[in-house]
C-alpha cells in the first residue's frame, strides 16, 4: 500500500509560481512513474504531468506546457511540479498519483487546492 501526500498548494495572484510537493512512502517510489492531475469546481478530472520512473523522461499537458515543469527525487521518494506564470484557469485541487501501467492510476493522494486569484 502506498500513501501519497500532497503538499504546496495556496493562494496566489495570477503570473505568481508554487512548488507542489507529493511525499510517498509505503511503497518502491522508483518503480512508479508518477503523475499530477487536477480537478477544478464542476470539472472532470485531468491530466497535467507525467514522469518516468527515473525522471528521464517527462510529459506535460498543452495547456501547462511552458509553464509548469515535472520533477522527481528518488532519494526523497518525492515528486513535484513547479508551476509559473500561473493563470486563474489554474484553480484546482491537484492531486498526484502512481502509475505501474501506462495510463492506469492504482494510488492517489488527498489533493491540495491552488487558487489563482486575478
Known amino acids: 500500500q502506498v500513501q501519497l501526500v500532497e503538499s504546496g498548494g495556496g493562494l496566489v495572484q495570477a503570473g505568481g509560481s508554487l512548488r507542489l510537493s507529493c511525499a510517498a512512502s509505503?511503497?518502491?517510489?522508483?518503480?512508479?512513474?508518477m503523475a499530477w492531475f487536477r480537478q477544478a469546481p464542476g470539472k472532470e478530472r485531468e491530466f497535467v504531468a507525467g514522469?518516468?520512473?527515473?525522471?528521464?523522461?517527462?510529459h506535460v499537458s498543452d495547456y501547462v506546457k511552458g509553464r509548469f515543469t515535472i520533477s522527481r527525487d528518488n532519494a526523497k521518494n518525492t515528486v513535484f511540479l513547479q508551476m509559473n506564470g500561473l493563470k486563474p484557469e489554474d484553480t484546482a485541487v491537484y492531486y498526484c498519483?502512481?502509475?505501474?501501467?501506462?495510463?492506469?492510476?492504482?494510488?492517489w493522494g488527498q489533493g491540495t487546492q491552488v487558487t489563482v486569484s486575478s
Open positions: 498519483a502512481t502509475s505501474r501501467v501506462l495510463g492506469e492510476y492504482e494510488y
Open positions: 509505503g511503497g518502491l517510489f522508483n518503480t512508479y512513474a
Open positions: 514522469i518516468s520512473r527515473s525522471g528521464g523522461s517527462t
